[in-house]
C-alpha cells in the first residue's frame, strides 16, 4: 500500500509565541485606552447640548442660583411663555429663518457648482484670472465686503426686503473653490467629451451629468451653506427692521439686550434650543455625506 504524504508540521518557537501575546495584549490596551477617549471626547461635546436642554426646564430665578444636574419640571411653561409672547414673534422668525436658510443654500450651491463647471471645463483667455479672482474676494472677511451692500441698500431704501439676503448669496467663492476642487479630482473631461458626441446640450450635461456625480459634494456644501445662512446676524441686523421680517439670530439678540428686570434666562434657553434643533435635523440627514466626502475634493488625484 502507498504510504499517505503528511504535511509537514511548523514548530513555533516558544520565543516567538511569547512576543506574539504581548504585541496582542498591548494592542488590546492600546484599543481599550483609545475607545476611552473617544468616548470622553464625545461626552465632552455632547455635554453642552445637555445643559441646554436641562435649563429649559427651571425658572429663570433657579438657573442664577447655580448649576442643575437634572431635568426640572419647568420645561412646558417655558415653552408656552416663549411661543405665547406677543412682543415677539417667534414662530414667524422660525419660518423665516427655515425658508431663508434653504432658498440661499440651493441657490448658492447650484451656481457655485454651475460656475465650477465652467472654469472646469472650457478653455478661455483670462481663466486663470477669473479662478485667482474668485479666490481674491473669498480671502476678503464677509463684514468688509457687505458695508456697501449695507451702505447701498441704506441709501437706496431697500430695507426691509429679503431678496437683498438672497440674491448675494449666489456668489460664494468658497463653495465655488471646493466644487471646483472636487470636479478636478473626480470628473474627467472624457465624459463630457462623450456627452457631447451623443448630442447633449452644455445645460444637458450639467444637470444630467455632473450633478448625479457630485452628488456627495453638493451634499456637504449644502449642510454647510444651510448653517451658515441660519446663524447669519450681520447682515439680517442691518437691513431687517420689521419685527416680522426678523430671523431667528435676531430675534435671540433681542432678549439678551431685554430690560435686566424682566429677562429671563428660561426663555432665552429654550429660545436657543429651538433655533439648534432645525440645524442638528438636517445634519443628521447629510451627516453621512459630510463624514464620508468631507476631504474628497481636497487632494487632486
Same mark, same amino acid.
Given at each position: 500500500?502507498?504510504?499517505?504524504?503528511?504535511?509537514?508540521?511548523?514548530?513555533?518557537?516558544?520565543?516567538?509565541?511569547?512576543?506574539?501575546?504581548?504585541?496582542?495584549?498591548?494592542?488590546?490596551?492600546?484599543?481599550?485606552?483609545?475607545?476611552?477617549?473617544?468616548?470622553?471626547?464625545?461626552?465632552?461635546?455632547?455635554?453642552?447640548?445637555?445643559?441646554?436642554?436641562?435649563?429649559?426646564?427651571?425658572?429663570?430665578?433657579?438657573?442664577?442660583?447655580?448649576?442643575?444636574?437634572?431635568?426640572?419640571?419647568?420645561?412646558?411653561?417655558?415653552?408656552?411663555?416663549?411661543?405665547?409672547?406677543?412682543?415677539?414673534?417667534?414662530?414667524?422668525?422660525?419660518?423665516?429663518?427655515?425658508?431663508?436658510?434653504?432658498?440661499?443654500?440651493?441657490?448658492?450651491?447650484?451656481?457655485?457648482?454651475?460656475?465650477?463647471?465652467?472654469?472646469?471645463?472650457?478653455?478661455?483667455?483670462?481663466?486663470?484670472?477669473?479662478?485667482?479672482?474668485?479666490?481674491?474676494?473669498?480671502?476678503?472677511?464677509?463684514?468688509?465686503?457687505?458695508?456697501?451692500?449695507?451702505?447701498?441698500?441704506?441709501?437706496?431704501?431697500?430695507?426691509?426686503?429679503?431678496?437683498?439676503?438672497?440674491?448675494?448669496?449666489?456668489?460664494?467663492?468658497?463653495?465655488?473653490?471646493?466644487?471646483?476642487?472636487?470636479? $478636478?479630482?473626480? /470628473?474627467? *473631461?472624457?465624459? %463630457?467629451?462623450? @456627452?457631447? !458626441?451623443?448630442?447633449?446640450?452644455?445645460?444637458? &450635461? #450639467?444637470?444630467?451629468?455632473?450633478?448625479?456625480?457630485?452628488?456627495?459634494?453638493?451634499?456637504?456644501?449644502?449642510?454647510?451653506?444651510?448653517?451658515?445662512?441660519?446663524?447669519?446676524?450681520?447682515?439680517?441686523?442691518?437691513?431687517?427692521?420689521?419685527?416680522?421680517?426678523?430671523?431667528?439670530?435676531?430675534?435671540?439678540?433681542?432678549?439678551?439686550?431685554?430690560?435686566?428686570?424682566?429677562? $429671563?434666562?428660561? /426663555?432665552? *434657553?429654550?429660545? %436657543?434650543?429651538? @433655533?439648534? !434643533?432645525?440645524?442638528?435635523?438636517?445634519?443628521? &440627514? #447629510?451627516?453621512?455625506?459630510?463624514?464620508?466626502?468631507?476631504?474628497?475634493?481636497?487632494?487632486?488625484?
Amino acid at each position: 500500500m502507498e504510504q499517505t504524504k503528511q504535511a509537514p508540521v511548523f514548530h513555533v518557537p516558544s520565543t516567538q509565541k511569547k512576543k506574539y501575546k504581548s504585541s496582542s495584549a498591548s494592542l488590546t490596551v492600546s484599543r481599550i485606552f483609545i475607545y476611552i477617549f473617544l468616548i470622553f471626547l464625545t461626552l465632552l461635546c455632547l455635554f453642552p447640548f445637555y445643559i441646554l436642554l436641562v435649563n429649559c426646564s427651571y425658572p429663570s430665578s433657579q438657573i442664577q442660583q447655580g448649576f442643575h444636574w437634572w431635568f426640572g419640571n419647568y420645561f412646558a411653561n417655558n415653552w408656552n411663555k416663549l411661543f405665547n409672547n406677543s412682543g415677539t414673534p417667534v414662530g414667524k422668525a422660525l419660518f423665516n429663518s427655515l425658508w431663508l436658510a434653504l432658498v440661499n443654500s440651493i441657490l448658492t450651491v447650484y451656481f457655485s457648482s454651475l460656475t465650477a463647471f465652467a472654469t472646469h471645463t472650457y478653455r478661455f483667455k483670462g481663466k486663470k484670472f477669473v479662478e485667482n479672482f474668485i479666490l481674491l474676494i473669498m480671502m476678503t472677511p464677509t463684514q468688509v465686503s457687505s458695508m456697501g451692500l449695507v451702505l447701498y441698500c441704506i441709501q437706496h431704501g431697500l430695507t426691509n426686503n429679503y431678496w437683498i439676503l438672497i440674491l448675494p448669496c449666489i456668489a460664494a467663492p468658497a463653495t465655488y473653490f471646493y466644487m471646483k476642487q472636487y470636479m $478636478d479630482s473626480i /470628473l474627467p *473631461y472624457e465624459v %463630457i467629451e462623450a @456627452a457631447r !458626441v451623443d448630442g447633449t446640450s452644455e445645460i444637458g &450635461i #450639467f444637470h444630467k451629468i455632473v450633478l448625479p456625480i457630485i452628488k456627495p459634494a453638493l451634499a456637504v456644501q449644502f449642510i454647510f451653506c444651510y448653517v451658515g445662512n441660519w446663524n447669519n446676524f450681520f447682515t439680517p441686523a442691518m437691513l431687517l427692521n420689521e419685527e416680522n421680517m426678523k430671523t431667528i439670530p435676531l430675534i435671540i439678540s433681542s432678549f439678551k439686550n431685554s430690560d435686566p428686570r424682566t429677562f $429671563d434666562l428660561g /426663555l432665552v *434657553y429654550m429660545l %436657543i434650543t429651538v @433655533a439648534v !434643533v432645525p440645524i442638528l435635523i438636517v445634519y443628521l &440627514i #447629510f451627516s453621512r455625506s459630510i463624514i464620508k466626502n468631507l476631504t474628497s475634493g481636497a487632494v487632486k488625484g
